[in-house]
């Protein structure tokens, strides 16, 4: 694999919350411009590997590189400065501020202000419902428009890789669909994505590569089709159905 | 009784109380710390004022400033030396507030014996109050035009900081969600240091123009203590304009609350602390949420009889 096709490769990541070792020796390769898919049973460890990437975990050993440089020692604003951007699982909206606020937030690092005003009315073209509510405060939104909004937010600092922590948990049927039709837009943008979601099938589905965690480790990594059509992990992950 | 005195007076201390108290609000939403250091800005402000006034012979206004700035250094210093290698640390609350404690002590002892050393331990700020124009029985003082104005400018120019700035902003991103605010790029500690600063200025303003109304020593800034946390909790601790309402209602309180027990009760005047502590009391027994846990757009809709069960999942 050529370094340039590498937007963030994680080797030997170990790290987890204060003495507690929640992940060890994760090896994943992102590649630019593509779904990389994680998924794996509850409790996995898939939000702490994302948090990893962020910074907001213990790194115990290993090294997060992204575009040839080790940024394993910067804090997380800074990361969110060389162009990564972070959608949590939860809590991943303010909520005493209005929409318009959360989005002005997501842009926090750029100096471009003018463009800054035309991105936002871009972002309400993607999702329209968050027009409705400019002003309203981000705690009264229902579920799926939380979910927007914190996507939106993510995407307001302009990032080259997003993270997306199980965008769609707790989040109507009807919306489900909607918010994977926006995440395809956001590909075809051209921005590299990590996808962590619990519900293996769909995710498998729509990525490139996909990656299986259980109890802190990868155990099965390949293309998503491959690994949905794979006996082993369909017995061991989906159940037989 | 007449009703204008007390009126005028639980304005001004509310408005005291006010500025004292934003402060201590500021600090626990965006550092989550309760600082009973907090006295000790107020406390540092007044002695500022006063020997900036009285030795140096500045401008009241000029020693305003100078309170200003100190007790902002003094702030920015607690945290740099203490709280902020604590919390770094990941202690919880209960450190926080225990270490709190400690400072206070520190400052306060540090300046008594500054004070005792140079024969200060009571001091005013000598600016004369002086009548203005009558009111009824009374007179407004040229003390209350300069207090109440200030202090409303104080809370105006705070509201548009939180609202139409964009650190602002983010210091309200940064008290509602701290990770978040990184992730987004928010550069946490930078914030960090402005709020501190905003937090000692404020206080030690407020200690400034107590210094000019009442006489003050070492201990006032403690002794003031219970009333700030009063009007912050009135306020849910973390509501700004909460704790605006809390001041007054405070001020209120202590001044009219403590004026009709004792003309109509026989209550001794000497209990007007105890006011605060009931206020306390009974806000953590009634609604620990304070006048931020009141949904004021439902209560009008209720009263309105229109209240059609708005999302219920909306506050928690
Ligand atoms: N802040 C935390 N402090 C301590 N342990 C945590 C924390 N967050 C998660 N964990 C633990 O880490 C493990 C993995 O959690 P998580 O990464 O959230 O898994 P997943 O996202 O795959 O469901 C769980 O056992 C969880 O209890
Ligand atoms: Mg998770």
Known sequence: MSGDSVAIDARGITAGYGKA???????????????????????????????????????????????????????????????????????????????????????????????????????????????????????????????????ARALMSKPRVLLLDEPVAAVAPKVVSKIFSRIGEIVARGITVILVEQHAR?????????????????????????????????????GRR | MDLILPVLNSITLGSLFTLMALGLTLTFSVTRIVNFAHAELVAIGGYVTAVV????????????????????????????????????????????LVASIGIDLVVRFSLFLTADATGNIIIQTKVPIQPLMPLGKTYLTTFQVVVIPLTLAVVVVLHALFHYTKVGKALRAMADNEDLARVSGIKIYTLRRLAWMLVGGTAGLAGGLWSIYLVIDPDFGWNSLLRIFAASILGGFTSFWGTVIGGYIIGFAENLGIATLNTWFGVSTAYAPLISFAIIVAVFLIKPSGFAGIDLSSLLAKLRGLHKNLEPEAEG
């Open chain 1, 202 to 238: 769909r995710a498998l589905e729509v990525c490139d590569m996909g990656y299986v965690m259980s109890s802190g480790h990868v155990v099965m990594r390949g293309p998503g089709r491959r690994l949905l059509s794979d006996e082993k992990f369909i017995e061991a992950f989906l």
């Open chain 1, 21 to 151: 070792i929640i992940i060890e020796d994760i090896n994943i390769t992102i590649e630019k411009g593509k779904i990389t898919a994680i998924v794996g049973p509850n409790g996995s460890g898939k939000s702490t590997f994302l948090k990893t990437i962020f910074g907001l975990t213990r790194l115990f050993s290993g090294q997060i590189i992204c575009d040839g440089r080790d940024i394993s020692r910067l804090p997380p604003e800074e990361r969110n400065r060389i162009g990564i951007s972070y959608v949590p699982q939860v809590d991943n909206v303010f909520p005493s501020l209005t929409v318009m606020e959360n989005l002005e937030m997501g842009a926090y690092a750029r100096r471009d202000k003018q463009e800054v005003k035309r991105d936002i009315e871009g972002i309400m073209g993607i999702f329209p419902i968050l027009m409705e509510r400019v002003k309203q405060k981000a705690g009264t939104l229902s579920g799926g428009e939380r979910q927007m909004l914190a996507i």
């Open chain 2, 53 to 96: 006034t009285n030795y140096i012979g500045l401008s009241i206004y000029e020693s305003l400033v100078a309170a200003f700035v100190a007790s902002a250094i003094l702030a920015l210093a607690m945290d740099e030396l203490a709280f902020k290698p604590l919390y770094k640390r990941g202690s919880p609350t209960l450190f926080l």
